[in-house]
């Protein structure tokens, strides 16, 4: 995907034509940091599409590049920072933006929960005021309209007492009913797209499931898109529609949950899935992916996951995999898709063949 030709503007979305394609589409998307070392790259070509009323899913570990593609969508990384590529919304570019541009799209149509309310949220301004002041940026509302507004997105999000707790601090809150009511804030002005970056990895299961019962409810009542960046196939399986799995900062799989669940390909994929604790299962010890990802200043040539793959042979180490079609919908950055016969007789990992030949 990372050959896609780029998109021609829509000139017509801003006299009112109704948009009919991808609500957000990515296409290409790289993100570069300017260090003292040189110029180093988190998200390397990144592209996905995200439909009205979906639930897309990010998934890997930490320092696959998912938070940083977040980030980079809605034009909030430092300026250390080099975006390049397209990032569309409702046929708008925003990629290039300038920051007065950009600040009326965030929060009235694209939003962001972030992982740790405790720090987003400000601990010196009562909670019922910080959602009041995310609607007054946005909208002309009376204060009895807006009081009344904040109260009806506080009992939406299953905060107790609404009217109560709308007059407390962020500290008098539980970890859970921070994060519900920073969903609350998020969703203030029904934005189009919200994004989820590690909304549950703080909170406890049952609470974890409480607050994915909000986005529910969001999703049911205003229609809203989702992207949810996590690192828990389990959250996936349960909510999303469809999956993108990242690892070293590009897209190595994308399919339907379904069909992702069923028909993994990518062997890191196959790891994820094999690390997940299963119901009623008896296993001792949870399988492990050998290994970490690789920071941006340490990507290996050819596959990137060559090091961490019990099926990688000398094709992995010479050459970087494009994303192959596996079926409909269905993409997978992997040669053993060109050469399925591979799979059923896997080769020592490249790393264990240096060790062998080393000895």
């Not at 990010?58 to 590049?65: L, Q």
């Not at 975006?83 to 600040?103: A, C, M, P």
């Not at 050819?302 to 094709?315: H, L, N, Q, V």
Request: hydrophobic share 40%.
């Amino acid at each position: 995907m990372s050959g896609a030709e780029p998109i021609e503007l829509v000139t017509d979305h801003a006299a009112g034509t109704p948009w009919t394609g991808p609500l957000l589409e990515v296409r290409d998307l790289c993100v570069t940091f300017s260090t003292d070392d040189g110029p180093v790259m988190a998200v390397d070509h990144v592209s996905f599409t995200l439909e009205e009323g979906e639930t897309l899913g990010i998934v890997g570990e930490s320092g696959s590049g998912k938070s940083v593609t977040s980030m980079a969508i809605l034009g909030l990384l430092p300026r250390q920072a080099t975006v390049t590529g397209s990032v569309r919304y409702r046929g708008r570019e925003l990629v290039g933006l300038k920051e007065k541009e950009l600040q009326p799209l965030r929060g009235q149509h694209l939003a962001m929960v972030f992982q740790d309310a405790l720090t987003a949220l400000n601990p010196v301004h009562k909670v019922g005021a910080q959602i009041a002041e995310a609607i007054s940026v946005h909208q002309t509302i009376s204060d009895a309209d807006l009081k009344t507004r904040v109260i009806e997105l506080l009992e939406l999000v299953g905060i107790p007492n609404p009217s109560e707790r709308a007059e407390q601090y962020p500290h008098e809150y539980s970890g859970g009913m921070r994060q519900r009511a920073m969903i609350a804030m998020s969703i203030a002005n029904e934005p189009d797209v919200l994004i989820a970056d590690e909304p549950t990895t703080a909170l406890d299961v049952t609470i974890q499931a409480q607050v994915l019962e909000v986005f529910e409810r969001i999703q049911d009542r205003t229609r809203s898109s989702i992207l949810l960046i996590t690192h828990d196939l389990g959250v996936v399986a349960e909510n999303c529609t469809r999956v993108i799995v990242m690892y070293a900062g590009e897209v190595v799989e994308e399919a339907t949950t379904v069909e992702l669940f069923a028909r993994a390909h990518h062997p890191y994929t196959e790891g994820l899935l094999g690390a997940m604790p299963k119901v009623g299962g008896n296993e001792e010890r949870l399988a492990t992916i050998p290994g970490t990802v690789p920071p941006p200043t340490a990507w290996p040539l050819g596959c990137r996951f060559r090091e961490r793959c019990a099926y990688a042979w000398e094709r992995c180490e010479r050459e970087h995999p494009p994303l192959y079609q596996i079926g409909a919908g269905h993409t997978s950055r992997c040669h053993l898709a060109d050469e399925p016969e591979r799979r059923a007789n896997p080769h020592a990992p490249i790393a264990a063949q240096r060790g062998a030949t080393a000895a």
